[in-house]
């Protein structure tokens, strides 16, 4: 079982397929397969994993998850013509967006927007909220601070669906303290 195991690993690290890796790994581990094996799987995971992360990044057209890419895939044994396609598209990123230069002013307007984004985020303002993640993007703020700002939104955008909903299909409180002053008779000027 071991050397099914381990013959498993072997071909799961050279498809390259994540998940199928992850699946011999685990049997690997439950088995017994040797530690060398098993770490070298894992090493061969966390730069497919890189690998993933930096196609996403470069996708994203966001300087520092870019940077933040970059950076993981130059400590692991990362395909050299990816790395070079991702410092390409770093530097094609930084010379269209001149807030990103080496001017002194990006980290300034990047802390700027990331002060915006909480503001907004912590605010109920559906449209301020999107302007905000708008600039913070285009600035290259965190990517995980942009992730929970969405996150906001769609708690928004469900309240308002609900509160809209709610609007449409519920009186309100004037008609109906008068409806039931319109069904009653009240007392007649006869009496």
Same mark, same amino acid.
């Given at each position: 079982?071991?050397?099914e195991a381990f013959e498993a690993l072997r071909q799961a690290v050279g498809s390259r397929d994540e998940q199928d890796l992850r699946q011999a790994l685990e049997? *690997?581990?439950d088995v017994g397969v040797a530690d060398e094996a098993i770490e070298d799987a894992?090493?061969?995971l966390a730069e497919i994993e890189a690998e993933a992360g930096l196609v996403a990044a470069i996708k994203s057209n966001n300087v520092k998850s870019l940077e933040d890419a970059i950076a993981q895939c130059e400590e692991l044994d990362v395909d050299d013509d990816l790395l070079e396609q991702a410092n390409k598209s770093l530097r094609e990123l930084k010379a269209a967006v001149p807030s990103t230069q080496e001017n002194g002013t990006s980290e300034r307007e990047r802390s700027? *927007?990331?002060?915006a984004? *909480?503001?907004? *985020?912590?605010?109920e303002d559906v449209a301020v909220l999107r302007r905000a993640m708008e600039h913070a993007e285009h600035l290259g703020v965190d990517p995980e601070m942009l992730d929970e700002a969405k996150e906001r939104l769609a708690e928004l955008e469900a309240e308002e669906d609900i509160d809209g909903q709610?609007?449409?299909?519920?009186?309100?409180?004037a008609d109906v303290e008068v409806e039931p002053l319109?069904?009653?008779?009240?007392p007649s000027a006869c009496e």
């Amino acid at each position: 079982e071991k050397e099914e195991a381990f013959e498993a690993l072997r071909q799961a690290v050279g498809s390259r397929d994540e998940q199928d890796l992850r699946q011999a790994l685990e049997k *690997a581990k439950d088995v017994g397969v040797a530690d060398e094996a098993i770490e070298d799987a894992e090493e061969a995971l966390a730069e497919i994993e890189a690998e993933a992360g930096l196609v996403a990044a470069i996708k994203s057209n966001n300087v520092k998850s870019l940077e933040d890419a970059i950076a993981q895939c130059e400590e692991l044994d990362v395909d050299d013509d990816l790395l070079e396609q991702a410092n390409k598209s770093l530097r094609e990123l930084k010379a269209a967006v001149p807030s990103t230069q080496e001017n002194g002013t990006s980290e300034r307007e990047r802390s700027k *927007a990331e002060d915006a984004l *909480a503001d907004a *985020a912590g605010g109920e303002d559906v449209a301020v909220l999107r302007r905000a993640m708008e600039h913070a993007e285009h600035l290259g703020v965190d990517p995980e601070m942009l992730d929970e700002a969405k996150e906001r939104l769609a708690e928004l955008e469900a309240e308002e669906d609900i509160d809209g909903q709610e609007e449409n299909g519920k009186k309100t409180s004037a008609d109906v303290e008068v409806e039931p002053l319109l069904m009653k008779p009240g007392p007649s000027a006869c009496e």
